[in-house]
């Protein structure tokens, strides 16, 4: 064989191993090909097998053994190189179409899954929208619950929740902080309505016992939002505005750090305002005086500094003297805290109230001693204790509940047949108070002459000594300054009324 057979036929052979090759790696790839580009790729294959044939038939004709003419060889391979270009340029043009088909889809779905996230997400804000106004409405509905519990807690409430507001803004929260801050604020004393009315309501100074009981408000409210709602924020705020960052306050004694902001925030909020506000046991504090008080206990490391100095800057913004705020509730409900508080400082077992009373009435604005004068009248009994010891104490004690049935049939039947005002009576301990609106001197003196004629029967029949004091204040006059002027009277000693 000469050289220029031999480079042939080693050509053509390596070209029957690669085609041969091509066409079993083929057939593995078929299985694994898309079933839209299988119908493509098998006639690929089945051309390489004629391609594989062709070089087969190719190498008789360079030992000039085959019968067939060359041309028809040639021809053949050639023909076949045309079917296989056409066939690759077929293959590959249908499937750059499929290609932009399938973009042109996925382009299309991503459209659709775009859409449908933009849905989704307008869905979900609409649905956060009317959680936060359900959220904000339950709150709002448990602060009337407040209001109808006790009406004074929901005033602090709302104060204290304008106060936090003002310092969170100067801080520059965000809205959504503000309006955490504004809905704990509101329901920060919720747990008050488990307290018992005896503590809830009581006008004067706590003793141990009431403060111990008080200190149990966290720790209800805490857990009743603790179990409902999904952010911690409002729930720590309730449970932790009294604490204190040495550690000196409750329900835990938390200190520093373990104090969260808000609750930093609402403990400085809650204790201006309750210096600064007006109560029926209390006047309110000047600003200047509840922020020193602030400050003092800031700088005893109780309260957060920087929350107070930003409180000092807000308070202008503040009023002095808070008013009791419009109130959230029905008007019936003036009726129902007028009876809580009758039935609350009743004594128990007398149909007597405490002097305090009248503190309340004068707070709710149910006297009209804003528009007319009015008296007072105090029945001093200075030697009571010496009677007691003299006829027994359960004698004693019948002897004074039986002047008070006296004077509260007098107050009873001289208030019915007047139209000029009320008159009512109260207990201060083993004395009597009198309180009364008349059109005139007349019936002022007609309605003492009768009370005179209840002492001096008590006087004939048990021999017990009374004093009766009274004093004549204007329209307007502050009702504890006129309490205490007429409480001061027998320490002082002046001219009383009557002596029987």
Not at 256 to 277: M, Q
Request: charged share 25%.
């Amino acid at each position: 064989m000469t050289i220029t057979t031999i480079i042939p036929a080693a050509l053509i052979l390596l070209g029957i191993i690669l085609m041969s090759a091509s066409i079993v790696l083929g057939r593995k790839m078929t299985s694994s090909l898309p079933r839209e580009l299988q119908n493509n790729w098998i006639p690929l294959l089945c051309l390489m097998a004629l391609f594989l044939l062709g070089y087969i038939g190719v190498l008789p004709l360079l030992a000039e053994l085959t019968i067939f003419p060359r041309q028809i060889f040639v021809s053949l391979i050639l023909f076949g190189g045309a079917i296989f270009v056409f066939l690759v340029i077929s293959f590959t043009r249908s499937t750059i179409a499929r290609i932009k088909a399938d973009e042109d889809q996925l382009r299309q779905n991503n459209m659709l899954l775009a859409e449908e996230v933009r849905v989704r997400r307008a869905a979900e804000e609409k649905i956060r929208q009317q959680s936060e106004v359900m959220l904000h409405d339950i709150l709002e509905i448990v602060a009337e619950m407040i209001a109808n519990r006790d009406l004074h807690t929901f005033e602090h409430a709302a104060e204290v929740a304008r106060i936090a507001g003002l310092i969170g803004r100067e801080m520059k929260l965000s809205g959504d902080d503000l309006k955490v801050i504004e809905f704990g604020c509101l329901v920060h004393d919720i747990g008050k309505t488990a307290i018992p009315d005896d503590v809830l309501l009581k006008p004067g100074h706590f003793d141990l016992q009431d403060r111990f009981i008080m200190q149990y408000h966290p720790l209800v409210g805490a857990k009743i939002f603790a179990r409902h709602l999904q952010d911690d924020r409002i729930a720590n705020i309730i449970l932790n505005h009294h604490e204190r960052l040495d550690g000196s306050g409750y329900p835990a004694g938390l200190k520093g750090n373990e104090i969260d902001l808000f609750s930093r925030i609402v403990a400085v909020a809650d204790t201006y305002e309750s210096l600064i506000a007006r109560r029926p046991y209390k006047q309110p504090m000047s600003r200047d005086e509840a922020l020193a008080i602030v400050d003092k206990e800031a700088k005893a490391g109780q309260l957060d500094q920087g929350i107070v100095d930003l409180l000092k800057k807000i308070a202008p913004e503040i009023p002095e003297d808070i008013s009791p705020s419009p109130q959230m509730t029905a008007g019936f409900m003036k009726d129902i805290e007028v009876f809580r508080r009758k039935t609350y400082f009743r004594e128990p077992l007398t149909d007597f109230y405490n002097y305090r009373y009248l503190y309340f009435l004068d707070d709710a604005k149910l006297l009209r001693n804003s528009t007319m004068a009015y008296d007072l009248f105090f029945i001093d009994i200075p030697s009571f204790g010496e009677f007691q010891q003299q006829i027994g104490h359960v004698v004693a004690d019948q002897i004074l509940d039986e002047l008070g049935q006296r004077l509260l049939k007098t107050t009873s039947e001289w208030g019915s047949e007047q139209e000029s005002g009320a008159v009512m009576l109260f207990r201060k301990g083993n004395d009597y108070l009198l309180y009364g609106e008349f059109a005139d001197e007349k019936d002022a003196g007609a309605f003492m002459k009768q009370m005179m004629g209840d002492l001096a029967a008590v006087k004939k029949e048990w021999n017990l000594a009374t004093t009766l004091y009274r004093r004549n204040f204007a329209a307007g006059f502050p009702m504890d300054q006129a309490l205490a002027s007429l409480f001061a009277a027998p320490t002082k000693a002046p001219q009383p009324a009557v002596a029987a």
